[in-house]
């Protein structure tokens, strides 16, 4: 909610003033003009028939809805449009703007002759271009390859570098790319392809005591190691590729030389922003320090105070994330529209407060100068968070209501939010595949119907029923975008939203003042910090556990859209009729949960985790798991894929969690899955522990287990070496069978095709494709139809390998890879894939050469 000083209330109310024009003078209607031809009235002397003008703002509704809808668009259309085109194509997206416009002014006419239908068609039309045509220049811009190239690159460091122990991350904003190597030819095609302008995300894996310097706002000259655009395509989960598409990202990488070449500081005043940015954060670091307490008690108070005061979750660790999250406070970290508001509330007070004392108050109202320190103030704070949505929403909604009080101009506040929409859209068309845009408008837009008619909302009463109605509002679209239901969320806000917005907001903005004068006296005020971050964060934990487990996925878009719309009629006053029957359209998206497989048949989902292994397997009323994911450094597969993906299937409880070995590319995972999952089976790991899992049980070969009518059989060779003597699962149900393989190699493979059955319909290929794995005899053994490869995209080892793959061609399988496919589901004997499931979003374009995403 806005936060402001200025009275909203009085002569003119809002609910009165928008952005209608419909009140229009009465014409006289005359048969003949001045020149004496004939006039506006019909043969009768009556004024012709006209529709009603629409009003302005359904015709701002109609741009923004064509912005939106040209999102579901497949990417292929955009290609076949010639927007897309490559920056020789110039005129055609120069002429696609000139198009917007005519459409507009087209849309502006038929409005004026009362044609409101074509009207609203031409506004949504120069949407739906103001959209397709950066969508399209980015497509076009975005280099397509295969393999890994290395070029040299000029540029500049953009955005705050995110500098942990074992890598830091940055964006690099390209000025001119060449290819590292003179001789090679296709690394030249595709380096010099990349565009001035255009941004790479890159990584530094060299050790902390070894890195050169990395300055923000400042160019460089260095060499990268470039990988086509890719991320993990699972159910549930983050959207790596939309988000990297959001940011305008071309290619990732990672650095070939330790000591990049400084070539000055950068140019434009993003560029000096982002400078202050990094000094102030390493200001703010050096407060830290001097606070006197053990580095690991500050976490709390780095967290909140890098969050608050500069937009920075660098500091923020994953499990304060994960609390956050599963508390439903996740939006207090970030900068949000009520800090923005109440930094311009409070400076516009100030001033306020002094102007009347000033000789020059005489010719300038106190409240026009407040006004404009509130405008000030608002977009100073947003440019120290670095310009993120939710304080690009608030500061333009701000300015625009601000600039109606020194033009003595009401604003309607529905009209005011539609106004801050649309130019947020304007201004930055890829904002709506930022999950903040959504929260955020869809936040305002509650709290401007449910606050309407309520004079006395500064009462504890109302304001506990605001933030009831605020958390219930909200909830269809939290459950959708994270794909889970924080049921502490109300109790947790309750309890975080005015300590942080009140108390601990400001305290950060006064630390960071504070330290821009001197690290030293900004100690005592983020000591404070600290101490009250630790009690939030241990009230946050506490609330986690004491309310139900939020593994609850998402379910359908019906539902969901039932759900909502739902929750909507009972947020509405008491006057509206029929609010009983709201609560039978939430019943769906609550009592139906996602199909499960008949008796006598199973489920398998072979997920996309990269250079690893994780199977669900599923049966009428029982799952499984086979390996748990990776862990590479801080990144673990299974909090951050194997999870969301067993939220979004509908899994609420693990029965058997099988581990093929102790590897970490197939046991990583197993910590984060225990900890979801306490009372689950753990099989075959010996007895050992692993990575806090917990006590596990010895793999023993020949055990077996029936579920739902679906056969389950432990398979494990009893020599060689680990990988060997990995435990293979067979699984057998009424529509086939399944055979995972972990790492077996060829003695292993040997030893089971002499003692064991592993015919199967499906095998999931051992060792990842790996050439000491899939010998001929074993391969021509399963005759197996489907041949499933669990392998990271370009992952170093090159697995699978071509001979591995042409041996189960030959064999007469199909063989399908979860680095080209996605996840891979086996349902009712049949073969689907993630990717080709998944509705063609611009973002899902496939980026490595034609042929790629083919089985």
Known sequence: MLATPFSLQGRGSMDNLSLDDERQSPRSCRPTNRHGSPGSCDRHGNEPRQGKPLAARWLLAGWAGGALLAWFLPWPLLVASGLGADDGAWPVRIMAHALALGVVAAALWARRKGRNGPALLAMALAGALHTLVPVGALLGQTPTFDDRVDCHIDGAVVGLVDDRADRRRFTFAIQAAEPASSGDDRAGSICRQLPSGGRLKLSDYTPPDERGGLVVGTRYALTARLKPLRGHANPGGFDYRRYLFRHQILATGYLRDRQPQALGAANGWRA????????????????????????DSLEAGAALLHGLALGDRGELSDEQWELLLASGTNHLLAISGLHVGMVAALAAWWLRMLWGRLPISRGMPAQRVAALAAVIAAWAYALIAGLSIPTLRAALMLTVLLLGVLMQRRWRLLDLWLVAFILVLAIDPFAPLDMGFWLSFAAVLLIIVLVRGRDALWRPW???????????????????????????SLPANLVAVPL????????ALFSLGLATISPALAAWPIGLINALGAGLFAVLGWLVD????????APGALALGLFAFGVIWLGLPRRFPGQWLAILLLLPAILVGPSRPATGEFTAVVLDVGQGAAVLLRTARHDLLYDAGPRHGRFDTGEAIVLPALRAVGVTRLDRIVISHAAMDHAGGLASIRQ???????????????????????????????????????????????NDRSCVLRVEGASGSLLLTGDIEAAAEHWLRRHARVKADAVLVPHHGSASSSTPGFVEATGARHALVSAGFLNRWDHPRDSVVSRWHASGA??????????????????????????????????????????
């Open 462 to 488: 109302e304001l506990l029923r605001l933030q009831w109605l605020l958390t219930l509002g909200l909830l269809p679209l939290t459950w959708g975008l994270f794909d889970r239901v924080a049921f502490a």
């Open 676 to 722: 979801a999952f306490p009372d689950a089976t753990v099989i075959g790991l010996s007895g050992d522990r692993f990575a806090g899992s917990g006590e596990g049980r010895e793999c023993r070969h020949g055990e077996r287990w029936h579920l739902d009518g679906v056969v389950f059989r432990l398979l494990r060779a009893p020599l060689g070496s680990a």
């Open 814 to 855: 199909s063989v399908w890879r979860t680095d080209r496919h996605g996840a891979l589901w086996i349902e009712s004997g049949e073969l689907r894939t993630e990717r080709s499931e998944r509705w063609p979003f611009a973002w899902r374009r496939p980026t490595a050469m034609p042929g790629v995403e083919s089985p």
């Open 500 to 507: 942080v917005s009140m108390l601990i907001t400001p305290l």
């Open 546 to 553: 004491v309310f139900p487990d939020s593994n609850h996925g």
């Open 272 to 295: 000096r922003v982002d400078r202050w940015r990094a000094g102030a954060r390493e200001r703010l670091k050096s407060g830290l320090a001097a606070v006197a307490a053990p580095d």
